[in-house]
């Protein structure tokens, strides 16, 4: 079986950010999902791409002191849409990386460079920044991304 080369990575929330890169295509998009649309475009990202696709998210880690107002449930229940979806599809699924959103911002900069910012969509942004951190850990590193890279980054 050949390796995926379309990666969707999510940010699970109350409102889901969505990001995928077709690598061999450079070829991306960012969306964001309410709960009701989440099991329509993941379905439709597995069927779609088949065994093209691996998928991604961020980790929802409940800590003993929550932020005020924060609940796990809708990130738990996200995350469970993703999973279902991709066992039913044979779909391949990255590690799960827990939430690094204090080390995101930097990030801003590549996506901008990239052209994968979107204005007003931070879900869909958090999303891209958690694709491109995982683009850049990939041996090798897409050629396109790479480019973006800083020199000896």
């Not at 964001?32 to 993941?42: H, I, K, T």
């Not at 093209?52 to 796990?72: C, D, F």
């Not at 590690?95 to 996506?111: E, H, N």
Request: with cysteine; aromatic share 8%; charged share 20%.
């Amino acid at each position: 079986m050949n390796e995926p080369d379309v990666i969707a990575w999510f940010d699970p929330g109350t409102t889901t950010g969505g990001a995928l890169y077709d690598i061999t295509n450079d070829r991306f998009d960012s969306k964001q999902y309410s709960a009701e649309e989440l099991p329509v475009a993941v379905e439709a990202l597995c069927i779609g791409y088949g065994r093209r696709l691996a998928v991604g998210y961020e980790l929802y880690i409940q800590t003993p002191r929550p932020r005020p107002g924060s609940s796990a449930k809708p990130s738990n229940d996200a995350i469970a849409v993703i999973d279902a979806a991709c066992a039913r599809h044979a779909t391949p699924q990255i590690k799960g990386q827990p939430s690094s959103a204090r080390m995101l911002g930097g990030t801003l900069v590549f996506l901008r460079r990239l052209g994968w910012y979107r204005p007003g969509t931070r879900h869909a942004n958090d999303a891209a920044c958690h694709l491109f951190r995982h683009l850049i850990r990939m041996k090798p590193v897409p050629e396109n991304i790479r480019r973006a890279l800083p020199e000896g980054y």
